[in-house]
Nanobody, 125 residues
């Protein structure tokens, strides 16, 4: 059974930084796409960033472009999200997502089969 486990969330002041990590276990396949989504209270889940195993600079939501960086790790099926210049609007539960299918629409949550349990990020002074 494939499991994605996120870590690195927490409480940070506006302007601060956090680094989220996501590692997969139980998968014998390499994911083609790994990404991050978030959901704030009372709002729908939204795309944050995603990257393909084949490389590239990644895709980012406009709201995080220039502040967040997604990267894959040396370990198979791992992904990170470096979040800088955090704003109160970034407060949400952040979810790691993954797909083994090639060519998916990375911004569409319905395209991802595997999800983590989420990690809380709170930006507050």
């Amino acid at each position: 059974q494939v499991q994605l486990v996120e870590s690195g969330g927490g409480l940070v002041q506006p302007g601060g930084s956090l680094r989220l990590s996501c590692a997969a276990s139980g998968s014998i396949f390499s994911f083609d796409v790994m990404g991050w989504f978030r959901q704030a209270p009372g709002k729908e889940r939204e795309f944050v960033a995603a990257t393909r195993r084949s490389g590239g600079s990644g895709d980012y939501a406009d709201s995080v472009q220039g502040r967040f960086t997604i990267s894959t790790g040396n370990a198979k099926n791992s992904v990170y999200l470096q979040m800088n210049m955090l704003e109160t609007e970034d407060t949400a539960v952040y979810y790691c997502a993954a797909s083994i299918v090639r060519g998916i629409q990375m911004r569409d949550a319905r395209e991802y089969r595997y999800w983590g349990q989420g990690t809380q990020v709170t930006v507050s002074s």
